[in-house]
Nanobody, 123 residues
Framework: VQLQAFGGGVVQAGGSLRLSCVAS????????MGWFRQAPGKEREFVAA????????SYSESAKGRFTISRDRVKGMVSLQMNNLNPEDTAVYYC?????????????????WGQGTLVTVSS
């Protein structure tokens, strides 16, 4: 399974971006999906996750209230709507597929990773 993330770019502080991730094969309909990010010089960190049917969603503290994760199981797509962005959100964002039906914040639960898409927020 290959995951392709897209939608990154350069945005001013306070702006919005919508990231999307598509699987090469629509085999992720029963798996949790997640978004992670890695800022320059920092470790990769959890951003948001969604269960197989969208019934369970979790966010990092920094994402709560600003980001919204969603998925379309028919299309095999998961999205991350990011609003009110700030320079601290600058990072490469990765989508990932969990081995379980739920996503969660534990990176070792994820078996497939996309190539990442760069988000740059200017002040």
């Amino acid at each position: 399974v290959q995951l392709q993330a897209f939608g990154g770019g350069v945005v001013q502080a306070g702006g919005s971006l919508r990231l999307s991730c598509v699987a090469s094969r629509r085999t992720n309909s029963n798996n949790g999906m997640g978004w992670f990010r890695q800022a320059p010089g920092k470790e990769r960190e959890f951003v948001a996750a969604i269960s197989w049917n969208g019934g369970s969603i979790s966010y990092s503290e920094s994402a709560k209230g600003r980001f919204t994760i969603s998925r379309d199981r028919v299309k095999g797509m998961v999205s991350l709507q990011m609003n009110n962005l700030n320079p601290e959100d600058t990072a490469v964002y990765y989508c990932a597929q969990s081995r379980f039906a739920v996503g969660g914040s534990t990176q070792s639960n994820y078996v497939y990773w996309g190539q990442g898409t760069l988000v740059t927020v200017s002040s």
